[in-house]
């Protein structure tokens, strides 16, 4: 089978085609990174009229350089939520169309359950897994029995790691998107220059809160204005914070529930302090650790091919009234 993705979340247009669950035949993101920068982050109203006005080219372009004909493709799976609903609702369309114009059938797909399901486009897990998903809107941990079942094990109470990366290089004029440019600037720095708080690290759930790391964070600066000496050491320190959390918290799931596995997914996954830390820790556990390259990390159409393909094999189709959603829960049934 030919599947065609198509994510529109936020503000990136991506197209991919996927044979099978096998083989990323083609895998294009196109982002509008340059208009949001000024902004220091995603302006929705700017995202959703740039993926209106580019969708169409950009498809055509796509399947064009790709030797790709329409015709060829078996099932379109796109994102239906959770995102900006104006961009979602302009990639839901597009889908719908191709649907309707092509025959072919059409597979919504929740994408943070396609980010926790990435690493298969390059390596099959065996189920029961745990899936850490760590993106800007997002930080999840996931237990997934199946293909298409998924539970909530702990979330964020407030933002999103990738969300504290972007906020606090924002407030540093560091560039957008955060999390690459703190990673970047953290190269080198000291990681204990800085004793940042692990928040909900005593408590007795695997809940996350990086609200209040980013105001300790943002005090800290206020009264230490950083130099050029110590700017590293400084973001250096926050991101071991982040990091320290994330994995002690994913980890002490993973042993509470005796699962043997961990997959991270989401943009914050590709950072490579995140990596780092994921093997030393998990190593000593006896539990193996899965990340998917880069490119499978951040937003990408190929993880949403994927997941509807899976849903198309267990039966799931979805009908043309499919609706999108900015906020969706988990195991959504995609009609
Ligand atoms: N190397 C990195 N280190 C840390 N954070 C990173 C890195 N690369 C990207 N990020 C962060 O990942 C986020 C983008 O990831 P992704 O594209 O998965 O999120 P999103 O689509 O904006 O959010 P969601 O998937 O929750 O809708 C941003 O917050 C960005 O700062
Ligand atoms: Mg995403």
Do not use: W
Not at 86 to 110: D, H, R, T, W, Y
Not at 126 to 134: C, R
Not at 234 to 246: G, P, R, Y
Not at 305 to 328: D, E, H, N, W
């Amino acid at each position: 089978m030919y599947i065609l993705g198509i994510d529109t979340s936020c503000d990136d247009t991506s197209f991919s085609i996927l044979e099978d669950d096998t083989n990323v035949k083609a895998n294009v993101v196109f982002n509008q990174n340059e208009l949001h920068r000024i902004f220091g982050g995603v302006v929705p109203e700017i995202a959703s009229r740039k993926h209106i006005e580019y969708i169409e080219p950009l498809f055509l372009q796509f399947m064009r350089s790709h030797q790709f004909s329409p015709k060829s493709l078996d099932l379109i799976a796109v994102t239906a939520g959770p995102g900006l609903i104006g961009s979602i609702l302009v990639g839901l369309s597009f889908a719908k169309g191709l649907s309707l114009s092509l025959g072919k059938p059409l597979a919504a797909v929740n994408h943070i359950e396609a980010h926790a399901m990435s690493i298969f486009l390059e390596k099959k897990i065996d189920f029961p897994f745990l899936a850490l998903v760590v993106s800007g809107g997002h930080s999840l941990i996931l237990l997934v029995r199946n293909y298409c079942h998924f539970e909530v094990i702990g979330s964020t109470r407030d933002d999103a790691a990738g969300e504290a990366f972007d906020k606090i290089a924002k407030f540093l004029n560091l560039g957008y998107p955060g999390g690459v440019a703190v990673e970047r600037l953290s190269k080198g720095g000291k990681r204990d220059f800085v004793n940042f708080p692990r928040p909900m690290l005593e408590e007795d759930n695997f809940d996350f809160s990086f609200s209040g790391l980013k105001t300790s964070f943002l005090n800290f600066v206020k009264r230490n204005p950083p130099t050029n000496e110590t700017i590293n050491h400084i973001v250096a320190s926050f991101q071991e914070a982040i990091c320290d959390v994330l994995t002690e918290k994913t980890l002490r799931a993973a042993k509470a529930l005796s699962v043997k596995r961990i997959v991270v997914g989401g943009g914050v996954a590709s950072n490579e302090r995140l990596r780092e830390m994921f093997f030393e820790k998990s190593e000593k556990e006896g539990i193996e650790v899965f990340f998917p390259s880069p490119e499978y990390c951040t937003d990408n159409a190929a993880m949403v091919a994927l997941l509807g393909f899976y849903r198309y094999k267990s039966g799931i189709v979805s009908p043309i009234t499919v609706k999108g959603f900015s906020r969706m829960s988990i195991n959504y049934k995609g009609c």
